[in-house]
Nanobody, 124 residues
Framework: QVQLVESGGGLVQAGGSLRLSCTAS????????MGWFRRAPGKEREFVAT????????YYADSVKGRFTISRDNAQNTVYLQMNSLKPEDTAVYYC?????????????????WGQGTQVTVSS
């Protein structure tokens, strides 16, 4: 079983940037797709971004496309989410997840390992 730990969350003003990290331990995640999801207060968890096992393919939710960038360093067993031009509506707990497969997916049921989450708060 893989353990995922997110870091890098915090409080930022609208228009600012944050970089989230997700480090895996227990086993390598280099052969699996990874994803970021978020849950805003009072809302359901939603997909944010995903990256395939090699890092060559990515896919984003429309709400973050052009502002967020997902990347990975398989040698470090780490996935990143660079978030720019942040908006108050980006405020949420952000979760890292490891997929069951190599392919990208926006569906949470395709992910079988989840981190505890990191809070991102964007003030207006």
């Amino acid at each position: 079983q893989v353990q995922l730990v997110e870091s890098g969350g915090g409080l930022v003003q609208a228009g600012g940037s944050l970089r989230l990290s997700c480090t895996a331990s227990g086993r390598t995640v280099s052969g699996y797709a990874m994803g970021w999801f978020r849950r805003a207060p009072g809302k359901e968890r939603e997909f944010v971004a995903t990256i395939n096992w090699s890092g060559e393919m990515t896919y984003y939710a429309d709400s973050v496309k052009g502002r967020f960038t997902i990347s990975r360093d398989n040698a470090q067993n780490t996935v990143y989410l660079q978030m720019n031009s942040l908006k108050p509506e980006d405020t949420a707990v952000y979760y890292c997840a490891a997929s069951r497969t190599q392919a990208i997916s926006a569906m949470s049921h395709n992910y079988n390992s989840w981190g505890q989450g990191t809070q991102v708060t964007v003030s207006s």
